[in-house]
């Protein structure tokens, strides 16, 4: 029943992804009518010019330029010229720096806004007004201060991946059922061994869906961010190859965003399920 | 009563009303219990049974008054006095052994691995769980739930266990093998246990003495019934004891009535000696009872009066 309802799904997933392939390939089709003009200008003019061809590329062509990145994922040929593993893997490293600073910190502070109603009181303004705050917003700032483009958006990313892991794990430990705390209690358990093991394993489910949400916006800013203080990383790829009028790439590195933000999804919600507990 | 093991004293809980002024949950309550005693108290719900015990548990502190357990004043929780809660409040993740190893390492903190699974073992044992260790709660039924909560309780060796309506959750016939259970193992272990109940029959099986409150707001405790039945009494031949219909329609007017009147109808109660009462056997009647509840002690003896 399930097998089949998968296999069934599978199909339809197929024939999407080919009807889509299909129109893309159909739409960009070379139909335009060539103009007449001198061979010099020519020159100067492109292949839409010249051959009608579409500026926009088809599933071919997008096809063939991604066979040719996947071969050489890693060369380094000078500042914009790198393969699509290096643009990527300084992006991710971004990424994990600033999530794993975000982590350090929004989890202790969440256990103490969770534990103790006067700080919660206390901090609930600060974090209202800070947390709709655009984390683009922080760059400039960020760049006076740190004087580093590369620390910057590191920045940015803490900024950003750190409301929803302080809020979700604030709110986690708040909730822990009662009774688990007054077993805790009865047994004369101290409060560090009590936060650890009564605490810890009843709020982990709520901590590790707030570090999911925020693995998903890290990747969302990190492209954003990368835009803005160039030089290397993903961002900056899509970027640079919108100024060299590279559809073709823009497009790939579209499609690889998206997979390395499912991977990185599917290793939280991974680890979700591992400290996840039937009631 | 001469050894007072358990000794609450005039303790009183109050709480800020709506408005100004304060509500008395309960006061003056004075109750005392002898080591190896099981105690049970009976009441509607509001009349603070629970805040009782969570006092006696040092999981809430009363407002005025104090406990002594063992010749101590009772200062927060303890390893000394274990609490079976209602929901059996098991970690889910920890397994059927995780759980009750996680209260023995509390207790004895030096204890190496083995030492705190065997002796876990022992209690798991105890409570016919053997071969269930390695389970989860989320596996488990209800009252297999309730009986890790016992062994948990059981495994720190307390001096006292108290128990929130640890059956009320369960189906009758489940309840039944749970009783047996903590009957065999209170006698067997000489264990002083103290349980809330709502449930009459329950309290006449386990109890030794049962105590009853009036309703709440301002509850107080208005009678001590000692239980006239056999220490060796058993569930199946238990309503065919001469004194069990005394017994019970004691208990059972009492709730049904003059739980609500008796503040008013005994205006000279008083909560330090709270009269005695041992239904069944009248000429042990101690403190003065009102007329209808003489009539309720004595109905026929042997049989029950069902109409009335």
Known sequence: ?????????????????????????LATRQTASVANMSPEYAKLMGVTATQGKSAMPGPADVGA?????????????????????????YSIGRVGLGYLIAVFVAIPLGFMIGMSPLISKALDPFIQVLKPISPLAWMPLALYTIKDSSISAIFVI???????????????????????????????VGTIRRAFTVILPAAAPTILTGMRISIGIAWLVIVAAEMLVGGTGIGYFVWNEWNNLSISNVIIAIL???????????????????????E | MTDKFISVEGIAKRYPAVGGGTTTVFESFWLSMARGEFGCVIGHSGCGKTTVLNILAGLDEPSEGTVIVDGQGIEGTSLDRAVIFQSHALLPWRTVLGNVAYAVTSKWRSWDRAKVKAHAQKFIDLVGLTGSEHKRPSELSGGMKQRVGIARALSITPKIMLMDEPFSALDALTRG????????ICLETGQTAFMITHD?????????????????P???????????????????????????????????DFLVSRSKTFAAENPTHDPRHVPVVRP??????????????????WPGLSRPSTSS
Not at chain 1, 161 to 186: C, D, H, Q, Y
Not at chain 2, 200 to 216: C, K, P, S
């Open chain 1, 65 to 89: 330029k991604l066979w040719e990145h996947l071969k050489r994922p890693f060369y380094d040929n000078g500042p914009n010229d790198k393969g699509l593993g290096i643009q990527l893997a």
């Open chain 2, 218 to 252: 301002g509850a107080v405790l208005a009678e001590v019934v000692e239980n006239p039945l056999p220490k060796d009494r058993g569930r199946i031949d238990l309503h065919r004891h001469p004194y069990y219909y005394a017994l019970r329609n004691h208990i059972v």
């Open chain 2, 200 to 216: 009459v029959d329950e309290a006449i099986y386990l109890a030794d003495r049962i105590f009853l409150m009036t309703n709440g």
């Open chain 1, 158 to 188: 803490f900024i950003c991946s750190v409301w929803p892991m302080l809020l979700n794990t604030a709110f986690g430990v708040a909730s822990v059922r009662k009774e688990w705390i007054n077993v805790a209690r009865t047994l004369e």
């Open chain 2, 177 to 184: 093998t749970l009783q047996d259970e903590v009957r065999r």
């Open chain 1, 1 to 25: 029943m399930t097998s089949s309802l998968r296999f069934r799904a599978a199909i339809v997933s197929v024939v999407l992804f080919a009807a889509f392939i299909g129109i893309w390939h």
């Open chain 1, 256 to 278: 690889l965003i998206g997979v390395v933000g499912m991977l990185l999804d599917q290793v939280l919600a991974r680890f979700t399920r591992m400290v996840t507990f039937p």
């Open chain 2, 280 to 297: 069944g056997k009248p000429e042990l009647v101690i403190a003065a009872v009102s007329e209808d509840s003489q009539q309720a002690s």
